[in-house]
């Protein structure tokens, strides 16, 4: 019983290195991009909204409203009842042939 258990703590653990790997090796991938190096990180320090080596937004967005607790919005998000997610009118749309564009 012993072996065992020991056997699928070596497995899972094998296998969350794994993943952690993949998750590392995934996220530095250059599709994700890099940090700006010479004229592009001298482009960026010129923007007005770089201030102290940081981007900031010129209008400010609180992440709680005033008098709203995290738990409050965390219940409104999942259980309050959601008013209109289906639209009143159908949305107008173009038909295209994607078959004609080749």
């Avoid at 530095?28 to 940081?54: D, M, W």
């Avoid at 639209?87 to 004609?100: D, R, W």
């Amino acid at each position: 019983m012993m072996k065992k258990r020991y056997k699928f703590a070596v497995i899972l653990f094998a296998f969350g290195v794994v993943i952690l790997f993949t998750a590392c090796m995934t996220l530095n991938a250059p599709q994700f991009g890099q940090l700006p190096q010479h004229t592009r990180l001298e482009q960026i320090k010129q923007s007005p909204h770089y201030v102290n080596a940081e981007f900031t937004y010129p209008v400010a967005t609180p992440m709680l409203l005033e008098g709203e607790s995290s738990i409050k919005i965390f219940w409104d998000n999942f259980w309050k009842e959601k008013q209109q997610t289906v639209p009143k009118q159908a949305l107008p749309s173009i038909k295209t042939n994607l078959h004609a564009l080749w």
